[in-house]
């Protein structure tokens, strides 16, 4: 068993808790780490989508054969969101509502969906070395989709379209 309150607690930060909810709500610390770690993942998915839809890899086919859209029809960023039929907005929420509510339940906190680690159970220093991965990946693919969707909405540009225009890309350290 992996102490919760040790884990994702890496240098510099440590323990981050700027508005010190650990010391005034610590019965909810389970939920809400679980949560970040939810959230992480699915930041991870966004993120991997995010870059394989702007260069232009897309599944072959019809989005909507009875309507005629194609996926490739389907412009990146947030109009895309709003080139989707209703119908098919419809049924991608009922499964994210399936997979939330019955499949990958908010209550198991432990964040072990039974889909293992490669096929391989972790225990003791290994399982803390990959769970503080998994949080602090999560946290930078967090912050990274977040950033991408405000630096489109301010621009009106898709990250491709950014540097196709010949927008930079800042990393600190690097350029």
């Known amino acids: 068993m992996v102490n919760e309150l040790e884990i994702g607690v890496t240098a510099p930060l440590g323990v981050f808790d700027p508005f010190n909810q650990l010391a005034l709500f610590p019965e909810k610390f389970e939920r809400r780490r679980a949560v ?9 998915v966004a993120v991997v989508g995010m870059l394989v839809h702007n260069a232009g ?10 309507l005629g859209v194609k996926f490739s029809d389907i412009p990146d960023g947030f109009a895309g969101l ?8 419809l049924q991608i929420l009922l499964a994210i509502g399936f997979m939330e509510g019955g499949v990958w339940n908010a209550s198991n906190y432990s964040g072990d969906y039974g889909t293992g680690y490669l096929g391989k159970t972790l225990e003791g220093e290994e399982l803390k070395t990959k769970l503080d991965l998994e949080l602090n990946q999560g946290r930078a693919a967090m ?33």
């Open 36 to 44: 970040e770690r939810k959230h992480g993942r699915i930041a991870m």
């Open 57 to 66: 890899i897309e599944i072959p086919g019809y989005l909507s054969p009875s």
């Open 82 to 89: 709003f080139s989707i039929p209703t119908l098919g907005l």
């Open 143 to 175: 912050m990274g989709i977040f950033g991408a969707m405000i630096q489109e909405g301010i621009q009106g540009q898709t990250l491709a379209e950014h540097i196709a225009s010949g927008g930079k890309i800042l990393i600190p350290g690097i350029i």
